[in-house]
């Protein structure tokens, strides 16, 4: 059974820092890219980041890139988020997603087919 947990999330005052990280179990985690989205109240889900299975590619939302830090340890099974210079627009439930191919490049969230449970980002002004 594949498991997404995430976790890091928390009240942040606007310009600061958080690490999100996401802990996978029941897959072979090295095969498979990952992806963080975001989804604000009453908004739609937004592709943040992702990463493909090895780690050696990277891709961002134009409106993280340069804040935003995605890596992952295949040996711990964990993707993770540096988050930094954070907006108060980016509050959100930010949720870890595998990709059924190796890459975390789509921005689209249909083709992610394992989910977390999200963890709460608010960022304070």
């Known amino acids: 059974q594949v498991q997404l947990v995430e976790s890091g999330g928390g009240l942040v005052q606007a310009g600061g820092s958080l690490r999100l990280s996401c802990a996978a179990s029941?897959?072979?985690?090295?095969?498979?890219?990952i992806a963080w989205f975001r989804q604000a109240p009453g908004k739609e889900r937004e592709f943040v980041a992702g990463?493909?299975?090895?780690?050696?590619?990277?891709y961002y939302a134009g409106s993280v890139k340069g804040r935003f830090t995605i890596s992952r340890d295949n040996a711990k099974n964990t993707v993770y988020l540096q988050m930094n210079s954070l907006k108060p627009e980016e509050s959100a439930v930010y949720y870890c997603?595998?990709?059924?191919?190796?890459?975390?490049?789509?921005?689209?969230?249909?083709?992610?087919?394992?989910w977390g449970q999200g963890t709460q980002v608010t960022v304070s002004s």
């Open positions: 997603a595998r990709d059924q191919l190796p890459f975390g490049q789509a921005r689209i969230a249909s083709v992610y087919d394992y």
């Open positions: 029941g897959l072979t985690f090295s095969k498979y890219g």
């Open positions: 990463i493909s299975w090895s780690g050696g590619t990277t």
